[in-house]
């Protein structure tokens, strides 16, 4: 036997023990990457006064004045215990900033994502209709003339129009989502903007080779209509790139929308994470690793099992 | 010299201010500090830090327009004889929870924050006192040891961060202070609510609620503001207010001199430490172009010295203007032509990164070539305290003993110009055991002088606070620097 | 019998270039009777078949009429030479038979009918397969199991018989009989003569893209005309069968060899065979018996198995990812579907030369030379070789596979159905050609075959697979015409 | 030729620019009032006080370079990680090449440029390799997703048979039966690429924030949106042309002949032909 899982049920447990190890290495890489950076949560929290001794006192107090190998031993001796340990700038527990954020993040997140699979499919199956036909260059072209318009400038325009002029929509979240529902309109289209466009140029190309293939005419020769032709047999075959693709936008969605945030004011991970970054809050920033490891060795999971289920010959490559 | 003048900054209102109306809820928008943010007074740091702390605490002293300290717990100050003793009077106040404010609360406060294990900010401020032996003669005196004389004591009193708190408070969450308005909740990163303190010894607020919201992004303030969901919105863009300035869906309120724009230039270092270098520079800069460009226009230029408009600023002193031929002279009296110089800077604040750009193409009109290296915002203030030779800089409003003594002394803890001049430090001393205010004024003067000739700090402007309001909120005072006892105060502020 | 026609072609012309594929061909399918369209590889079978179905090759010219006025909108249920190609790798079968169903208002129950009829019911676990899961001939006949599931009313099937074995074979023309008599239309494109005597009602022999005779059966086939259809010349034998190779060293000895399939399906349990050079080893079997599996395990296709396999003695490397040039040259393997074997974008002449390029380290114009002397050997024009493989006929294609397989100097080479979807003559220059490797090279043959003929021709011994063993075939009845052999 | 003419004419004016823009402009010129149209200024001023008409004439190069580079570079580097991955018959072979990628993943693209450009201050160069390479766990990604299909055709089997290299097998046929996906995802990447650069230089880190580049442009001076639109507009017109140029001549160059899908023919073919 030359070493390939026959089971699927092996393969996810392989994997899942392997996203165990992955899960541990994404702190230690980020750890490695924190501590690389220049100056520590005493520096930053000196500020603009950064009186040596008051720095030193910072240190001390922070006890930052350890080695970094003692500080990450501590952190991981508290972690197998299910402790995220405290924030080194407001001394809150971690997992409050976590669970705090975590809240807006995923009600962005499922928000888009589920507006974001079929809005591509859709268009992707509009332009895959006739390839190089005027409908395939109108979606391509708007789609991707979308695409190259970076989210702060999309959502200054959105807000500008929809918010500000027209008054329908509450240009920003402040204060909360919870006061304002509507709030959440601008910034899940600013998030849907772009990864629609992609999505659906991936779901485009894979379509026009799905549907160019034999078993794609035979199905219509057999009668099936054209419809069906796409969406039954092309689609599935044309969606395993995609599929990924869709994990990494989830993944995005989940670990690193720091515009969309900003923009309209809706505290998600993504600031968290630059914050903390910024702030050399090591603990912040590890919890977050952790969450970001876990989220996305999960997510990549789905993807390869929902890619393997798609293209299932793989199993038996040689 | 006892109580400043100056009272409660009511009086110097517009007359707009006549017919306050009570009620409502106002909404205040500040770049927050994320889920980190906590209520201890004592920590504060960010503009939003110290909102939430003047509306739920008070000082005993704050800052005036002109950064001269204003009693506000105190009620006035008597100096000893040696300028080393003084003694402060409390006035009646209550905190929210209805116990009055003692002395014991204020040395309790004064002595967390000077707690050496706790690193707070305010604590290099109250250097100057000798805790320990200060005491509480009766419940509403103070008399407060110095360690040195010190004529500017009420500034210490003013110190960012030095509120007064109840006595024993270590637990933040739920905090109880003496300020205009009481804790209601707080969701950190996000949102403070307060409410009417109606036993405030300044007077209830006007608004029943106070709500500080925080919204990073200056954008978003913006667009909060003009859609209504915030009636002030603190820290805008020029261009934003240039945009909105005469549209009438928002008032504009700049409040000027509220930051120090300037670049440091190490005196100690090649080839700062030729004063002919440093004056090339003084001299080679355009001043308006930096002000036009870095800062689109809003704030005017300095004079390469601190704290314009302030007590003790040296108005006298002519206005110096771009002279290139006196700059290339001075270069070539040093040896110092065609030099090659990196000027750090970060963009920690807007129009440092513009401003060094500025820099680079005045400097190559001189003849010299500027590379701008730029540095992370993070840990910006560190890098250039020792490290470089040239960098940008940008300070608040602070009164000028304080840029002083914190800035230009031997033993000055961030001191990036590297000024060490023993007989600056005497004049510093001498003014600061001087009782006499004429003298005193004099005694700085002639420090600022010296700086102005030859120090190491190029001041080529005052950047304009931005702030924005809702037209129906009355009563924003235009004439306070950030900082200040009268910004971003909300108990003398009304919706109409 | 015969009402108003189904389906009709009427003088079509189709032009590639300067080349005519189909010329002026006319035919039209009754229902009820099958209609048998025969002729030489490369004489335009296909080409016509597509046409029917509205289908042509890139760039061609087209004249002529189709009209399908009388098969009333329905579809036309088609069964394509290269069953591979045409389902779908990503959907179970029992997903494309459904949807086929629901489409055609059909439910489970016409699934299972469909599936019977086509022989399949007796696969286990069918459903739940992907297509590249089967068998070469059990995806054939899922493809006829869609046809029949369309209810279509005019089926054209191309080649449905290549890779079944003489029984199945023989219950497909049964079959065939049995939807004719339901009042379908059949349009039966095959090179076993066996089965279009056995099932059609008129024949319509081509030649070089002309209908150069028309009729029944037994006339067209038996009337001496021009192309001949003689049988396999007995001739071919060149030496007696007794004859020992005992002298001749082993090539390869296979002990022990046990194969799997994902998920643990066994498909060749202790499987042991020796070759000898200059031997040839016929090997039959039920469809999805495992011949093909056993030939990808020797080429290191499949190495999902245990047990040894020595060549010349020494252990070949389970997987051909880990066989040095030399193996690969030594051991070689015709794929069934010589389609799906090539790549789609380069002349299948180059892909040929190329083998010879890499494995015997020709330079390329001395690999593009041999490449098409060795071609034109097989009876392939060169000419048509430097097409791509979409623009050349299904016999072309098999004959070009064996080239690129030939091309690199084998030792032993496994043959997979390679003579299943050519005409007599072809068939038997290609034999003809094998059987002179053989002898000349001491080529060591595995031939994979369900085509008696073939079998008798060129092989010394004969083995057939059943239950996933290997028995020596009896000389009576090596091909279990009879039903001897278990069910596949 | 008329299926390239809409890619053409959207990428030639960006491209030209690019190319050309940096021989029209002269030296520095004094600043104006940020954010101001009109003055001398064909499309005002920036949030410096620059001429942006020079800005746009200088930022062309870098961005062209800085995001084509990280993008090729990206591809360089993944295509043939995910090519393995996805010819490999050994899982554990796949694995390795795989799982160590969706660490980096895990990290958000612009925190790990955020935290490596901090780190070791890369130039524009370096920080191209720095977008390539950040940009490399996704291309593996979905480039491995769609190989692996293709990596299992048996004409792949027939070729190792036939004893070709792996970087044909690689690259003539698996690469190439993706390739539609391959450009459709590098594609849109470019302007990832771009704005991410851009990103990373308004954070403080690779070229400066002042930098004459378009899409540091967009970026900088939106705060002007409302007074001098064309400092943001312009550029972030010039990026989009470029970006949908780009792919549609990607498109066009990929279209099959005729631009049909086959079986779409016609049924009854016409008496003439
Ligand atoms: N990938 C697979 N997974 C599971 N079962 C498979 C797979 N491939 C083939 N099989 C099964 O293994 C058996 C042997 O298949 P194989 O292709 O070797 O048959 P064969 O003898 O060559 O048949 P044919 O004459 O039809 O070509 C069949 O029953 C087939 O259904
Ligand atoms: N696109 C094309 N361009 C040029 N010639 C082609 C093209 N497609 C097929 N041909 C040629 O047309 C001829 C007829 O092909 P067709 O597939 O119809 O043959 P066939 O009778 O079905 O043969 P077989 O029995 O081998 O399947 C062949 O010689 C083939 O090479
Ligand atoms: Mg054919
Ligand atoms: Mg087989």
Redesign the pocket.
Known sequence: MAGVTATPRGWVRRRLLLGAGQVAAVPVLVFVLTEALPGDAAVVAAGDDPDPARIAALRAALRLDRPAVERFADWAGELTHGELGRSLVGGRPVADHLTEALAPTLLLAALTLTLLVPAAVGLGLLAARREGGALDRAVSTVTLAVYAVPEFALGVLLTAVFALRLGWLPPTAVGGIGRQPAALVLPVVVLLARPVCSTARLVRAGLLDAMAAPYAVHALRCGVPPNRVRLGHALPNALAPVVQHLARTAEWLLCGVIVAEALFVVPGLGTVLLDAVAARDVPVVQGLAVLFGTVTVLLNLAADLAARRLAPRTEVAV | ACSAPGGTAAADRAPAAATPRRGGRLRALFAGGGADETLDPHRVNLFADAARAKALHDKLADWGPDLAAVPRLATGWEPGPGLDVWTVRLREAAFHDGRPVTAADVLYSYRRIADPKRAFRARASLEPIDLAASRAPDPRTVEFRLNRPCAEFPNILAAFGAYIVPEGTEDFRAPVGSGPFSFVSFEPGRALLLRRFDGYWDGAPHVDELEILAAAEESARANALLAGQAEYAHELAPATARAHASGGRIGIVRLRNSAMQGFVMKTDRPPFDDPRVRQAFFHLVDRQELVDGALSGAGEIGNDLFGKGSQYYPAGLPQRTRDLDRARALLREAGAEGLRITLDTSPVAAGLVEAAGILKDQAARAGLTIEVRVGSKDTYWKDILDGGVLASFRSGAMPIESHISQRLLSTSTTNATHWRRPDFDDLYTQAQSTADPVARTALYERMQRRLFEEGGLLVWGFADWIVGHAPRLRGVAADAPANTLDWARFDKVWLA | MSGPELAAVDGLRVR?GA?V?VDGVSLRVLPGRVTALV?P????????ALALLGAY??GARVSGTVSLAGAGGAPIGHVP?HPGTVLNPARRVGVLLRDLARVHGGGPEAVRRALRDAELSEVDGLLRRYPHQLSGGQQQRLVLAQALLTGARVIVADEPTTGQDPATAHRLAALFRRLAARGTGLLL?S?DLALVRESADEVVL?ADGRAVRTGPPDEVLCAPARPELPPVRPALRVRPVMVPTQAAPVRLDVTGLTARHPGGAVVLREVGLSLRAGECLALTGRTGSGKTTLGRCLAGLHPRHEGTVLLDGEPLPRSVRRRGRQRLAAVQYVFQDARSAFADHRPVLDQVARAAVRLRGRTPPAAAAEAAALLAELGLDPA?AA?PP???????LQRAALARSLIVGPAVLVCDEITA?LDADTRASILAHLADRRDRAGLALLFVSHDPAAVDALADRVATLADGRLHPASAAHPFGRQGAAPPG | MRRYALGLALVAVPLLLALGGPLLVGGPEPRGVSFTAGGGHWLGTDFAGRDVLRQVLLGGRPVVLVAVAATVLGYALALPLALAAALTGRSWVEELLLRPLDVLIAVPALLLVLLVATAVEPGPAGLAVLVGVAAVPDIARVAHAAAVAAASRPVVEALRLHGESWWRIAFGQVARTIRRTLAADAGTRLVGALYLVATAAFLGVGVGPDTADWAVMVDRNRAGLFLQPWAVVVPALLVAGLSTGTNLLFDAALARPGGRAPGAGRRTPGAAA
């Open positions: 590639v080349r594929l002729g590889s490369g004489s335009g079978k296909t080409t016509t090759p890139e030479q494109l090179h081509l048509k097409r979409g623009g050349l006929s299904g016999g072309e979807g």
